[in-house]
């Protein structure tokens, strides 16, 4: 039963315009959540995150949002560029100050900006 | 060189042979993790090192055996493996294994096991 879902595959943006990617998790316990970013033949690397005191964090382009009632949260890149093209993952941890192996992936979203 | 470092970039094996996975961390971290990423499926943790100590072993098969010499290095050794195996694996570090770090990937080992 996957806890940390991505239920969209693939998304494509034109350059400059907004890229949404949207995350869901079902565990109740979960606290903490980040984004990673993954290009092809690379591993992934840390985006941004969030912890659940707050429903917004915002790194420049990059902001995301929690929405704890609903247990979604979202990836917002404003504008998008062609170099932001990658597969994109949601990740969880249950409890701040708890083990971070933990973590929790979802399937990974990859968006194509097209120039 | 710095970061996480994962080498072979490439393998294939055999289902009889004996292959071992290498990865080594340039960032003074004290934890070190071993993710399988098969297709289509989210990345699963296999094993987490916490100071050369195993603190997780996540439901692993035997054929698949770690080792962490030192806070620096660790290895994934493999045997009689299937091909279901075939997967990428990464090798990840974080400071230490507690609260909400971030994990620092290597490039991972994409492995085939005919």
């Known amino acids: 039963d996957q806890q940390v879902k991505q239920n969209s595959p693939s998304l494509s943006v034109q350059e400059g315009r907004i890229s949404i990617l949207n995350c869901d998790y079902t565990n109740s316990m979960f606290d903490y959540f980040l984004w990673y970013k993954k290009y092809p033949a690379e591993g992934p690397t840390f985006l941004i995150s969030?912890?659940?005191?707050?429903d917004k964090n915002e790194d420049g382009r990059f902001t995301v949002f929690l929405n704890k009632s609903a247990k979604h949260l979202s990836l917002h890149i404003v504008p998008s560029q062609p170099g932001d093209s990658a597969v994109y993952f949601c990740?969880?941890?249950?409890?701040?100050?708890?083990?971070?192996?933990?973590?929790?992936f979802g399937k990974g979203t990859l968006l194509t900006v097209n120039p | 060189e710095t970061g996480v470092t994962q080498t072979p970039r490439h393998l294939v094996m055999g289902m009889t042979n004996k292959k071992s996975l290498k990865c080594e961390q340039h960032l003074g971290h004290n934890a070190m993790y071993w993710y399988k990423q098969s297709a289509k499926k989210p990345l699963e943790l296999m094993f987490v090192?916490?100071?050369?100590?195993?603190?997780e072993n996540n439901s692993v098969p035997s054929r698949f055996s770690p080792e962490c010499p030192n806070s620096s290095h660790l290895f994934l050794h493999l045997h009689t493996l299937q091909p279901e195996d075939s997967a990428l694996y990464l090798c990840?570090?974080?400071?230490?294994?507690?609260?909400?770090?971030?994990?620092?990937f290597g490039s991972g080992t994409q492995l085939s096991v005919l």
């Open positions: 990740a969880a941890s249950p409890n701040s100050g708890g083990s971070n192996y933990k973590l929790t």
């Open positions: 990840a570090s974080s400071q230490d294994n507690r609260g909400n770090e971030k994990l620092f």
């Open positions: 969030i912890s659940s005191i707050k």
């Open positions: 090192y916490s100071l050369e100590e195993r603190v």
